[in-house]
C-alpha cells in the first residue's frame, strides 16, 4: 500500500521559544484555578465619554491591566517567584499582554504598570500593540513580565484558562463581555458581565490569598471611575 505523504509545517524560532516556555511551565508549576464575574456595564459606558475627555482610545484592556497592576500593589506574592529556597518578591509590577501578532503569539510589558494612569497604559498598549504586529518589538519591550494578562474576548470567547508564564507566579484570563441577567435590588437586570479567571501557582500563593486578589479586581472593575484617577 502506498503511503500516504504528510504535511510539514516548520516552527518558527518564536514558536520554537513558546513551546519551550509553555511545557516548562506545565511541568513545573503546581496550578489551582479561580473563577469570578465583574459586572463591567459603567466600565464599558464610560469608555466613550473618557475617549472624549482624553482624545485617546481606552480599551477595556487597558482597565484590565491597570486593575492588575493595582491589585498586585496590594498582594505582592501575585509578582513573587522562587529564588533558591525563598520566595522573592519582584522590584516591579510589569504587566505582560498577549498580543496574536501574524508570526505568532508575543507578550509586550509594560512596565511599573501599577505606577501608571489609565491613560498611559493605554497609550503604551497601543504603541506596544502595533509594534507587535509591525515585528517592531525590541528585547527592552518584552523582558522582565512579572505578572501576566491574557484576553480572548476579540474572538467571542466567554471563559478559558490561560498557562502562567514561566517568569511568573499567575496570569489573568478574560474573555468577551456579554449580558447576563443579574438581580439588583431585588429585581433582575441585565449587566455587561466580565469572566475572569484566575491561574495561580500553588507552590508560592494560597487559595485565600488569590481569591481576596480576584476579588479586588473585580471590584475595581465594578467601580471604573477608581481606575481613571
Known amino acids: 500500500m502506498e503511503k500516504t505523504s504528510t504535511n510539514c509545517i516548520p516552527l518558527t524560532r518564536i514558536q520554537k521559544l513558546i513551546v519551550e516556555r509553555m511545557l516548562k511551565s506545565k511541568q513545573t508549576k503546581p496550578c489551582f484555578y479561580l473563577e469570578a464575574k465583574a459586572d463591567v456595564t459603567e ?3 464610560m469608555r466613550p465619554k473618557l ?16 486593575a492588575l497592576a493595582l491589585a498586585a500593589q496590594k498582594f505582592p ?3 513573587a517567584r522562587f529564588d533558591g529556597d525563598n520566595i522573592k518578591i519582584a522590584d516591579a509590577v510589569n504587566v505582560g499582554f498577549a498580543v496574536n501578532a501574524p508570526h505568532g503569539l508575543v ?10 494612569t489609565l491613560v498611559e497604559i493605554a497609550t ?6 502595533e509594534k ?7 528585547l527592552s519591550d518584552i523582558e522582565n513580565e512579572t505578572i501576566a494578562l491574557s484576553n480572548l474576548g476579540a474572538y467571542d470567547i466567554y471563559s478559558f484558562i490561560g498557562i502562567i508564564p514561566p517568569a511568573a507566579s499567575c496570569i489573568l484570563s478574560v474573555g468577551n463581555v456579554i449580558d447576563m ?10 449587566c455587561k458581565t466580565l469572566i475572569m479567571t484566575l491561574a495561580v501557582d500553588h507552590r508560592i500563593i494560597n487559595g485565600d490569598y488569590a481569591a481576596d ?7 475595581q472593575l465594578q467601580n471604573p471611575q477608581q481606575l481613571v484617577s
Open 132 to 138: 507587535a504586529r509591525d515585528r517592531k518589538l525590541t
Open 124 to 129: 503604551l498598549e497601543k504603541i506596544l500593540t
Open 51 to 66: 475617549r472624549k475627555s482624553f482624545g485617546v482610545k481606552i480599551t477595556t484592556n487597558a482597565f484590565y491591566i491597570r
Open 181 to 190: 441577567v443579574r438581580l439588583k435590588d431585588g429585581r433582575p437586570t441585565v
Open 77 to 79: 506574592l501575585m509578582v
Open 213 to 219: 486578589f480576584l476579588s479586588l479586581i473585580a471590584e
Open 107 to 116: 507578550v509586550p510589558v509594560i512596565k511599573d504598570a501599577n505606577q501608571k
Open 43 to 45: 466600565l464599558m459606558h
